[in-house]
């Protein structure tokens, strides 16, 4: 898919503006931020009209929020959760995209010897999550409840990240860890998994666009030039994903063997018809809100959300305006 011309893209809204940074939590850690990192190796940013100089990472949702609203920045990738919580709280944020549709990145794993074969031997263990109200954490609880268990039948332990699980693991402080790529494929010669989240649990929509009112009111090209750009990457992910891993490997300073082994992790479906792990901005409606129930669960999030008032779809493309 071709962007249209800087002038095209500005006539649908926004004047042109100064080159300027974009916000991605977890950018050059987690796998949800890799598009953009091909976007700017690629140079679809600027093919598309957006004169992105950078991509400014921060370590979980609440400090991309801060950094969104206090740096002046117009567009941020931030976790769902964090994101509504946000907003309930009286922060001018709009939703804009869906851009991580399933917690396929995620893996639960054991040391090879470990007696622990499937989810039901988690009773009674040592499971390990990042941080209270965490995703890992919301998961945790969501695996155990499918399979018929609750928390207290387990023991929920905060590591404080997931490089924090594997060291635990290894010391015999933790029987089970829950990592997430590209931290999976760079332990998983050394452990042996147990169950991957991308066949245990339903889709959960897991990280999203997010952008200021301001920029909605004064920037519009600016945001539908991004996320052509990072529709443009994801394409190019699945068509060409040894090169992308090449890219990744160099933005996120991973050894190139275990970029390419993340990212056909995620690329790979692992059942037919399966939701992809990154969309093109299109949003799954269902899986936000399965998201938003399992985060409740943890105490990450309370009560109802409006999404008519919060999702705005009039910056993706039109062929992605329509829910799945």
Not at 35 to 53: E, H, I, N, R
Not at 148 to 171: T, Y
Not at 276 to 301: C, T
Request: proline share 5%.
């Amino acid at each position: 898919m071709a962007c249209g011309t800087v002038a095209a893209w500005t006539a649908y809204g926004g004047a042109a503006q100064a080159a300027q940074q974009i916000v991605v939590s977890n950018y050059g850690v987690a796998a949800n931020g890799m598009p953009y990192a091909v976007a700017l190796a690629k140079g679809f940013f600027k093919q598309c009209g957006a004169d992105v100089s950078g991509i400014l990472s921060s370590q979980g949702g609440g400090t991309t929020i801060r950094n969104l609203e206090g740096g002046g920045l117009d567009y941020g990738e931030v976790d769902l959760a964090g994101t509504v919580a946000a907003i309930q709280q009286g922060a001018d944020l709009h939703i804009i995209s869906d851009n991580v549709l399933t917690v396929g990145e995620f893996v639960w794993a054991v040391k090879p010897a470990s007696p622990v074969r499937g989810v039901k031997d988690f009773r009674g263990k040592r499971i390990g999550y990042t941080s209270p109200r965490s995703t890992s954490q919301a998961l945790d609880v969501l695996l155990l409840k499918q399979a018929g268990m609750s928390p207290k039948d387990a023991r929920l332990i905060k590591a404080g990240g997931f490089g924090e699980q594997v060291v635990a693991l290894n010391l015999g402080a933790l029987d089970v860890v829950a990592l997430a790529d590209p931290v999976w494929s760079k332990n998983a010669p050394a452990m042996r998994p147990v169950v991957r989240a991308a066949d245990a649990l339903p889709p959960l929509a897991n990280v999203v666009g997010v952008a200021t009112g301001k920029a909605i009111a004064q920037h519009g090209a600016f945001l539908r030039a991004v996320l052509k750009a990072r529709r443009m990457a994801v394409e190019y992910i699945y068509a060409h994903p040894d090169e992308s891993a090449a890219i990744v490997a160099k933005a996120y300073n991973l050894d190139p063997t275990t970029a390419r082994q993340a990212i056909h992790n995620l690329v790979g479906a692992s059942k037919p018809g399966a939701m992809p792990y990154w969309g093109q901005g299109r949003f799954d409606m269902a899986g936000m809100n399965r998201m938003l129930e399992a985060q409740k669960a943890v105490g990450a999030l309370q009560g109802n959300v409006d999404w008519t008032r919060i999702v705005d779809r009039r910056f993706l493309p039109p062929d992605q305006q329509k829910d799945y």
